[in-house]
Structures are given as C-alpha cells and as structure tokens.
C-alpha cells in the first residue's frame, strides 16, 4: 500500500539535510585550501618545501594507506630493493608527493617573473621548438613525476592544450582550473567535444600534453609492461598518435635544489606503431626512463596496478582497496 505524503516528507527533509551538509563541506574544503595556499605563497621555497617533508614523514610514520600502497608498489615495481632501502625509498617519495602540496602556493600564486627563477634548467626545449616549426603536432607525455602542476605553468610558452577533467569536490573546480591555465595553457574537458578539439589541435600542428600513466577502463587500455609488470595502459595516446602523427616527447618537472629541471625527451619510434601493445610498451618504457632519474619523485601512491588481468594475483591486500574500484 503506498504511503501517504506526510510520511514521504521526513525522507525529503533528510536528504536535503545531507546535501547541504555536504554543499557546506566543500566549501569549508575549498576554503582552507586557499587559506593555505595563500600562506604558503608568502614563504620561499625551500621553507615551503620543508613543510611538505615534514608532513610525508608524518604519513610515512604512522603507517597511513599511501604509506602501505607506495611500500607495495616499490617492492613489487623494484624487487632488488632490500627492506632498508624499500623503506627508505617509501618515506622519500611521500616526502616528494607532499611536496607537491606545499609548492601549490608558488603554482597557484607566484607572478610569472618570480616561478620563472625556479626553472634551474631545461633540457630538449630546442627539439621540440624544431618539431613544432616542421609542422607537425606535438604530443607531450607528462606522468605523475615530479611537479606536472608546476610543469603546466612552464608549458603556457607553448601555447599547449590539455584534458582536464574536474575534481569531486565541485568548490575547487575554478581555483585548480584557474592555477593550470593562468600561464597559458589552454584546458578541455574530457567530453566529446574536448576530444574532438585535441584531434583538431595535434593534427593543425599545435602541442598538446596529456597524463598518460591513469588507470583506463578496461574497454579502453592494453596492458603491457611497466618497470617490468603488466600494467592497464590507456590507448587514447595509441589512437591520437594513428591519428595526427605527432612528434611525441615524454616532458617532467624534476625538483632540484632552488627549483626545477625541466625536461624533454623524445620517445622511441614504437609508440607510432598500429599494434595498440607495442605503442603501448613503447609509452611506459619512455615514463619509467624519466622515473628512473628520480625514483623517489614517482607517484607511488597511486595504485597503478589495481585493474589486474585475468587470472592474474592480486597487487593491492583488501586492506588498501576502495570500493569504487574494478
């Protein structure tokens, strides 16, 4: 028997109830991260980067699941590792990965004359301003290495384009859009319409990065090898690179003392091959070489393998597993 419809109105009451409570949650988020942006753009770099140690040591030592997942992810993608180095490797990447949260002051703030001091050097600049000038489209790779934000600032020169697909907390949608694209680079939406753009743009000769190390849909990756374990790798690089035929560069922002190193490298003809497995191979050996300058500066936190092939063990322990995963 259906209910009458004053016993409907305390449900609607309660989940109005959670959405506000939710809308006004993500506002006190987006809040305090400007607060704290804006006190760590007043403090100068290595004091800022000093605070971002002291807090990947703190979630290094009371054991936090980044913690867990970077220990798994280093001993299964470098097994040479003995315990004393594993552990040491594990609270230098949080360390690094913290970083990246204290430098947001100087990436979201910084006027342009002062985050320019921090580039220290640059390396194959001049092989893709030659690329660009045959007329052919520039594909950049840019993994999680390093600062990618920091590096997103320095490729506005290139007039760059990229994918953006927005955070879960709607707040913070325009303070993070506004810091990627205030330098130049231009952002798309991970939509029909942005893919349509991205095409356009690499096939017209312009520069485009993408974040080519993401876990994809099943539907929508490979898997091939990565620091030597079968990794589901997106093919949406293969399909553009059939597409556009670009000259592709694997790019990073590598943190040295008073800044970055920035640099370009160009990848290894297999990624133009139409076997999506090779192209494939060829992409995550090119992010593992720039990996390998730095291991410590990897996103190791990120849970890379989680998407297993068939029949294959399992990487990550219920322990450190979300639900939305699969």
């Known amino acids: 028997m259906k209910k009458p419809p004053h016993d409907e109105q305390p449900d609607q009451t309660v989940q ?3 959405v506000q409570s939710r ?3 993500q506002r006190l988020t987006a809040t305090l991260l400007a607060a704290a942006t804006r006190f760590l753009s007043v403090l100068p ?7 971002g140690g002291w807090l990947g040591t703190f979630i290094w030592a009371i054991d936090t699941r980044m913690a867990r997942i970077t220990r798994i992810n280093l001993q299964y993608c470098c097994p040479d590792l003995d315990h004393t180095q594993l552990n040491a490797f ?3 990447s949080l360390q690094e990965t913290a970083r990246i949260v204290a430098e947001s002051g100087l990436v ?10 921090c580039v220290m050097n640059v390396v194959g600049e001049e092989d893709v301003i030659a690329a660009g000038e045959s007329g052919r489209g520039v594909l950049l790779l840019v993994p999680h290495f390093g600062n990618w ?4 600032l320095y490729l506005g020169k290139f007039d760059a384009v990229a994918l953006y697909n927005p955070p879960r907390i709607s707040a913070l949608d325009a303070p993070i859009r506004n810091a990627r694209s205030r330098a130049g680079m231009r952002l798309l939406p991970i939509d029909r319409g942005g893919l349509r753009t991205i095409y356009q743009m690499l ?3 312009e520069v485009a990065a993408i974040l080519p190390d993401q876990v994809p849909q099943r539907s929508a990756g490979v898997y091939a090898p990565f620091f030597g374990r079968s990794a589901l790798t997106m093919t949406f690089v293969h399909r553009l690179i059939q597409r556009t035929n670009p000259v592709v560069f694997v790019a990073g922002a590598r943190r040295v003392p008073g800044g970055f190193d920035i640099t370009f490298s160009p990848v290894d003809d297999e990624i133009h091959s139409s076997d999506a497995v090779a192209s494939a191979t060829s992409m995550n050996r090119a992010i593992e070489q720039l990996v390998r300058t730095e291991l410590a500066q990897y996103q190791w936190e990120y849970k890379r393998f989680r998407k297993e092939a068939v029949g294959a063990a399992r990487v990550y322990p219920p322990s450190v597993s979300s639900r939305r995963e699969g």
């Open 16 to 18: 109005s109830t959670r």
């Open 23 to 25: 809308t006004f949650s």
């Open 45 to 51: 770099l290595s004091a800022a980067r000093a605070i």
């Open 90 to 92: 594990s609270r230098q």
């Open 108 to 117: 979201w703030h910084w006027p342009r004359e002062r985050w320019q001091d």
């Open 149 to 152: 934000e920091f590096l997103s």
């Open 203 to 205: 096939g017209d000769g």
